[in-house]
Nanobody, 123 residues
Framework: QVQLVESGGGSVQVGGSLRLSCVASENTYCMGWFRQAPGKEREGIAGLANSGMKTYADSVRDRFSIYKDSTGDTLYLQMNSLKPEDTAVYYC?????????????????????RGQGTQVTVS
C-alpha cells in the first residue's frame, strides 16, 4: 500500500504563501489534497490525475495549484493569497484504483490512502 508523508505546513500571515509537499512511496496515478478545519466537514480542494487533469474547489481556485515533480513521487500544493478561512489540517491523499476521469477534488476525501496531515494556520 502506498504511503504518504506531508510536510510544509505552518503559520503564515493573511495574504502569504505556503507550499505543502507530499512524498509518496510509489508513483500513484490519482492524488489530491483535502483539508479539515475545526468543527467543519472535510473538504476536497485539489485533485491531479495521471492524465494531467487538475480540479479545484471553488474556495481555492485561482489561489492554489496542485502539481507533481518530474519523478512523479512528490505532490505539491502551492497556496497563495492565504485567508484565515484556509486554516485547517491539510491531508495528501491517493487512490491507485480510481479512474482518471473520477480523480477529482470532490472525491479526495474518499481516496483510499491519506497522509498524517499537516497544520496550516493563517492569521
Amino acid at each position: 500500500q502506498v504511503q504518504l508523508v506531508e510536510s510544509g505546513g505552518g503559520s503564515v500571515q493573511v495574504g502569504g504563501s505556503l507550499r505543502l509537499s507530499c512524498v509518496a512511496s510509489e508513483n500513484t496515478y490519482c492524488m489530491g489534497w483535502f483539508r479539515q478545519a475545526p468543527g467543519k466537514e472535510r473538504e476536497g480542494i485539489a485533485g491531479l490525475a495521471n492524465s494531467g487533469m487538475k480540479t479545484y474547489a471553488d474556495s481555492v481556485r485561482d489561489r492554489f495549484s496542485i502539481y507533481k515533480d518530474s519523478t512523479g513521487d512528490t505532490l505539491y500544493l502551492q497556496m497563495n493569497s492565504l485567508k484565515p478561512e484556509d486554516t485547517a489540517v491539510y491531508y495528501c491523499a491517493a487512490d491507485i484504483w480510481r479512474l482518471a476521469s473520477d480523480c477529482r477534488q470532490e472525491h479526495a476525501t474518499a481516496f483510499i490512502t491519506r497522509g498524517q496531515g499537516t497544520q496550516v494556520t493563517v492569521s
